[in-house]
């Protein structure tokens, strides 16, 4: 492949990964993928950072410039999912329609279960392409045996015709073979990297999330908060976190292929 494909494959495989951007992100002229809200002396901070088939995950800052401590609580952030993108007027006015669905923070436990989930369920799916590898390696054993004693019965016979379509049919059956093989093998290195990848994401949880914690007047916290979703990215989300009886409001919006081609420049340039 040349040289120069890569950076438009990289750049097009990018434009294919779900993402949520806020709600006025401009592709052409946006240089932030944050939110920052600011509420008496409190001051938060929200990215995405990654949505997966069931998770969507974000980085999430908390600044307190008040003279008291707050208390951070993200075990009770939640929000509102909506099939469609509410328009200018109805955010400016608060007339949102209804909701689609509801849905709220994990805690540490519940995301430990999820890792846990997801690393038996990868491990048995590698064990299953392994399998199915083998059995089709015995198989296509079992066929090429039969098909070679038929295809030198013939050859001796003077069935040069026959012999030779018995030939063509076997090396189709070789392709196919190899082509099944090599998506099994895909499969179980698809496996084995997202085993790898939820075990590290395992181990460093605890230090990653943002856990409940009581911060002092001038002091900051930062951590992941996991938000658990449906099946699929729906095309707004409005978040509420709640610091202190004080309502922070977030309104994402799914990122299209432009959005996300900027996201991956963005990424790029820091």
């Not at 494909?5 to 993928?33: E, G, M, W, Y």
């Not at 990653?208 to 900051?220: D, F, H, K, R, T």
């Not at 979703?229 to 432009?258: C, M, N, P, T, W």
């Amino acid at each position: 492949m040349k040289p120069y494909l890569f950076p438009a494959l990289a750049i097009l495989f990018a434009s294919c990964q779900h993402a949520l951007v806020p709600v006025d992100f401009n592709p052409d002229t946006s240089t932030r993928k944050h939110v920052v809200k600011e509420k008496e002396g409190i001051t938060l901070i929200m990215e995405n950072i990654e949505v997966k088939s069931d998770l969507m995950v974000f980085d999430v800052e908390v600044i307190n410039t008040t003279k008291y401590p707050i208390w951070v609580n993200p075990e009770e952030f939640n929000y509102l999912e909506y099939w469609s993108q509410p328009t200018q007027s109805q955010l400016a006015n608060n007339e949102l329609p209804m909701p689609n669905r509801k849905g709220r923070s994990a805690n540490e436990m519940e995301m430990v279960k999820y890792y846990e989930r997801k690393i038996k369920s990868n491990n048995a799916a590698g064990s299953i392409f392994l399998l199915m590898g083998v059995g089709l390696l015995l198989i296509d054993s079992y066929q090429v045996a039969q098909k070679s004693e038929e295809y030198y019965q013939n050859l001796v016979q003077g069935n040069y015709q026959k012999s030779e379509s018995i030939a063509k049919n076997m090396a189709v059956q070789d392709a196919l073979v190899f082509a099944g093989l090599t998506a099994l093998d895909i499969g179980s290195n698809t496996a084995e990297v997202s085993t790898i990848n939820n075990n590290e994401d395992l181990h460093f949880l605890s230090e990653e999330i943002l856990s409940p914690q009581l911060l002092a007047p001038g002091n900051q916290c930062r951590g992941k908060v996991f938000f658990k979703k449906g099946q699929e990215l729906h095309s707004f989300y409005r978040f509420f976190l709640e610091i202190e009886s004080i309502e922070f409001k977030v309104d994402l919006r799914k990122a299209k292929s432009r959005d996300r081609q900027r996201l991956y420049e963005l990424n790029q340039k820091y």
